[in-house]
């Protein structure tokens, strides 16, 4: 049920987004922006759209634009079975109201212009990590730790975009190639060893 109900709402999405203007269409500039099913981080989530992908916006509440029309959430048991991950429950505090919803974004992941395609021969990780110190002679070890830290959940694209990659560390006390760099929001910092390929938070 949840994969017919899943198929019928991404129609539903791709529609809005494929009959957008090009003065209505939006395009994703970050990593990717989570589908809310209310405009606050609070709502659940019920799926991404990721880099370069595009959506049309119907309307926008604080920060938050809704890129579908309102469907049914596919309510059992008093929760949505389109949320993924958070808050599932049917209310009206999850943005669910009759049975149906409309997903949102934050608008500061979208963008007027569609962003134009890594360049060639280099993918958008390598793009971020161009600028880290020593990058290439450290290229390999800076692109495999950034990989695992994605992987994990740890940091994201964004992150390490934000940060200009991997900064080597002054401090004696950690020895000779430890490079550092900072995830989360800016929130944690993350070390990796060049030596061993080891990476850590402490």
Partial sequence: MKTISFAIAMSAATLVSGSAQAEDQ?????EAVERKACPSVKCGTVGKLLFRESAKVLETKNGWGR?????????????SQYVDSGRAVCDKTNGIVGGKFAEWV?????????????????????????????YEEHRDRFLAAAEELMVSGQCTLQDFIDEGGWM???QKSRGVGIYFTYCNGGAKRVYLDVNTGKVSTN
């Fill in 106 to 134: 934050k608008l500061d992941g979208l963008s007027k212009d569609r962003p134009p395609k890594p360049e060639a021969g280099s993918s958008a990780i390598e793009q971020a990590l161009k600028d880290s110190d020593r």
């Fill in 26 to 30: 939006f395009w994703v500039k970050v």
């Fill in 168 to 170: 080597r560390s002054t």
């Fill in 67 to 79: 890129v579908t029309h309102f469907y049914d959430a596919s309510c059992s048991g008093g929760k």
